[in-house]
């Protein structure tokens, strides 16, 4: 997928208007519409960051750095931390193929879906906690 198509699948993902990238980004919603196009090619370094904080993915992801298809190497880190305070760790069995969430429950295998899904109802939620949070704050600064 092309750094086009990553930013516009990920905004729709996160259910994310243009203006809402746009203005985490700090440039205006028809510079995103170009990204998205491709329009624009050569994108700023400190605008390929905040449009990977914005999108919730790595600015390696974005420019093709990493190999997204490994699976294992892109597991979203902060889910993997907050699991990890929880008290639960997921394992990557290469060897055999398996997928096993590790709790004080025991050890269950699991489907990369099951990660897929959890990770996204994890950003919903997060994303849902944090528009509250703005809706009912004052806004600072500029």
């Known amino acids: 997928m092309d750094f086009k198509d990553k930013v516009k699948t990920r905004r729709l993902e996160l259910g994310l208007t243009l203006e809402d990238v746009a203005k985490a980004v700090g440039v205006t919603a028809p510079t995103i519409l170009r990204y998205e196009s491709g329009n624009i090619k050569n994108v700023r370094k400190d605008k390929i960051k905040a449009l990977a904080d914005a999108l919730q993915v790595s600015p390696s992801y974005l420019m093709d750095w990493e190999n997204s298809d490994d699976f294992n190497s892109s597991f979203n880190y902060f ?64």
């Not at 997921?90 to 398996?98: P, Q, V």
């Not at 990369?112 to 906690?129: A, H, Y």
């Open 79 to 142: 889910m993997k931390m907050q699991m990890l305070l929880l008290g639960y760790k997921i394992i990557f069995d290469d060897e055999d193929g398996y997928i096993i969430l590790k709790g004080k429950e025991g050890e269950f295998e699991i489907s990369e879906s099951d990660i897929d899904s959890l990770s996204n109802d994890l950003e919903s939620f997060l994303n849902f906690k944090i528009y509250e949070l703005m809706k009912n704050s004052r806004k600072f600064g500029k």
